[in-house]
């Protein structure tokens, strides 16, 4: 990726179409003209932008945002909540139908609201995965609702297996659930326990806050894939990928530059 200065020691990024180093962005409900400067800032950057929840029912211009954002080489899916909305009703075919209306590739199968099957989870996902791009969410949005890290990572190959492209690691809009605790810090024992068996690159961990998004980076590398980004915090983001935010700055320079404090 080209930079408008020469400054040696900055971190390998990987450029778009990524496998890896992806950024999810969560559009809860912008308007097209905010959607516009944040494509004028930050399109190199973003991956995917999921319009958070049920926002894409009610927002305004959602079908030109979402051909905005297909231009920049960004993949656009709707909220999970929103497709639990249509399975608690039993109207799933109904949702095919919306989510095809809108033009979008991509899909998100989660059950942080609502319990669903397993198997049946892991059915949606093969049926999407015909026609979509599938990212599936595993962890609950409950607060308190503990998940042994065993399970995640059953939960998390099977819905590979199933056809996701990745699996996202709940952490809510907020971050103080699944892979955080009620404070925001991490739950360390199972990150490291998940990424023992599941390969890093299949993995988006959602990270609201600075700094579970500076834990990500200090423990996996400038080319970790974070998600629920939000729209204003795209180039703060990079930023602290490429260590030029005082949170990362001595992360990725060699030894002999670094200072202790």
Known sequence: MAYTVDLPFLPDRTVKPRKAGLTMVMDKGISLRQAEDM????????DYVKLGFGTSVISKNVKEKIKLYQKNNIKV???????????????????LKFISSLG?????????????DHDKKCEFISTLAKNFTVLSEVGSKEEGVIIHPARWIKMMQA?????????????RESGNV??????????????????????LENIIWETPQKPQQVYFLKLFGSNVNVGNIGVDDVIP??????????????????????QST
Do not use: C, W
């Open 39 to 46: 494509m004028e800032t930050g399109a190199d950057y973003i």
């Open 77 to 95: 899916y709707l909220g999970g909540t929103l497709f639990e909305a249509f399975v608690i009703r039993n109207k799933f075919d109904y949702y």
């Open 104 to 116: 979008i590739d991509s899909a998100e199968v989660s059950d942080g609201s609502i319990n669903i």
């Open 159 to 171: 819905e590979l297996d199933a056809g996701a492209s990745q699996v996202i690691a709940e952490a």
């Open 178 to 199: 699944g892979i955080f605790h009620k404070n925001g810090s991490a739950h360390t024992l199972l990150i490291n326990r998940i990424v023992n068996k599941i390969k």
């Open 237 to 258: 983001l990079e930023t602290l990928r490429l260590g030029l935010r005082g949170d990362t700055f001595f992360t990725f320079l060699p030894d002999n530059m670094k």
